[in-house]
């Protein structure tokens, strides 16, 4: 008696995918750590490079103990891969709940703390860097209050009188950037969810074709003693 080639090769191929999947996500990691610089502002409350290197090498290290299991037949690894795989479905579970049932709590919570950096010339000079880099992208200017949140208002703030889609008044962007960070962290959330989804069900499928093969190899062991 022999365990089912098919699936055999399935969850091989499946982590052998997963693996490379792994390596792909370290190496965009790792290249976005080193050539992009970072924002005071935003990087308080948007996932750091730092997370997607560290879930690339998660990653990476199931998909070697799943390929190693699946080759080798090996029930101990198979068991271990299972049980890793299926606390990373339960947290991605948790996390997607709260996602959507504390969204306004976040956005609050973001809004208590973008208040504390108003006024912003009493700022540290790389907090006070970071937001004009930060105005420039977004064309905006100051946090919560438009220009008022500055003492003294930065060239970052100045525009073109033509620009009226910006609402730019007096060469200056009336408009405060809380609403564009809010609206960039949204869609940071929706794709992050909709990565979390779909790494999902890759896992449903990994648990699957491991728990199957680790039933047929039981019942080889009970068959040959």
Do not use: H
Request: a positive charge; proline letters at 3%.
């Amino acid at each position: 008696m022999a365990v089912s080639r098919c699936i055999k090769y399935l969850l091989f191929l499946f982590n052998l995918l997963f693996w490379i999947c792994g390596c792909v996500i370290l190496g965009v990691g790792i290249y976005l750590k080193v050539t992009k610089d970072g924002n005071a502002i935003t990087e308080k409350y948007l996932p750091s490079f730092e997370l997607m290197i560290s879930i690339g090498v998660i990653i990476m290290v199931l998909g070697f103990l799943g390929c190693c299991g699946a080759y080798r037949e090996n029930r101990c690894l198979l068991l271990l891969f299972f049980i890793l795989l299926f606390l990373i479905f339960a947290l991605l579970l948790a996390a997607g709940i709260l996602a959507a049932v504390e969204g306004d709590k976040v956005k609050g919570f973001v809004e208590e703390k973008l208040k504390d950096l108003t006024p912003i010339s009493n700022q540290p000079q790389n907090v006070i860097d970071d937001m004009e880099k930060l105005q420039r992208e977004l064309k905006c200017c100051g946090l919560m209050n438009g220009p008022s949140d500055w003492t003294k208002t930065p060239d970052s703030c100045r525009c073109n009188s033509t620009a009226t889609e910006n609402k730019c008044t007096s060469a200056i962007y009336q408009e405060p950037c809380y609403d564009k960070i809010i609206t960039y962290m949204k869609s940071n959330m929706n794709l992050s969810l909709g990565i979390a989804f779909a790494v999902a069900v890759i896992l449903i499928f990994g648990m699957i074709f491991s728990m199957v093969l680790i039933c047929q190899l039981r019942k080889i062991g009970a068959t040959t003693s």
